[in-house]
């Protein structure tokens, strides 16, 4: 079963593009419910799903997106998943707050909910355009406090990958997901 889930913000109010169009904690209170209730109209049509092999993946504002879910902690919409996987996003779980929200902070992700999930990360190594820097040592971070809370985690760069999700690494993305949790 594959869902896409839509971009799920309450106005696309901000001084830039980033804050415009870029899923954020700020959106958390409008998203979940909307995830929750395309969740539930999922759980209804396909009611034998074996969530305990569910993958939830995103790239860039999709991965944002399921970083909402990871930061909050909700019970109810982890345990439809045992794995996530979030590609060229969702990067601040280990940060109370995001480069394109300057001076706005976040309450802290709730890590210690994902016990027994396991979470893939993976991020392009290019460095140019400089912002991308920040934003792989975010990636670190978020893998660094994901074990920590000893969350089955993976950090994989993308070799000469900038904003990309190129076929080879989606291969080494399978690979991991279908590989038994340690």
Request: hydrophobic share 45%; no cysteine; net charge neutral.
């Amino acid at each position: 079963i594959l869902v896409n889930l839509p971009l799920f913000k309450p106005d696309f109010a901000g001084k830039n593009e980033d804050q415009q169009w870029t899923i954020s904690p700020r959106d958390t209170d409008y998203a979940l419910p909307a995830f929750r209730l395309l969740l539930n109209r999922l759980r209804e049509l396909v009611p034998n799903i074996d969530e305990s092999r569910s993958v939830l993946a995103g790239f860039s504002n999709g991965a944002n997106s399921i970083e909402l879910i990871l930061r909050a902690g909700d019970a109810d919409l982890l345990a439809r998943f045992s794995t996530f996987v979030l590609i060229e996003g969702g990067f601040y779980l280990a940060d109370h707050e995001v480069y394109y929200w300057p001076g706005v902070r976040f309450p802290p992700a709730r890590l210690a909910a994902l016990a027994g999930k396991r979470v893939l990360l993976m991020h392009g190594d290019q460095t140019n355009p400089p912002d991308r820097i920040p934003y792989i040592a975010a990636a670190q971070r978020a893998a660094a406090a994901l074990k920590q809370a000893g969350v089955e985690t993976a950090l994989m760069p993308m070799k000469e990958v900038g904003h990309d999700f190129p076929p080879a690494e989606m291969t080494r993305a399978r690979a991991w997901v279908l590989a038994a949790p340690r």
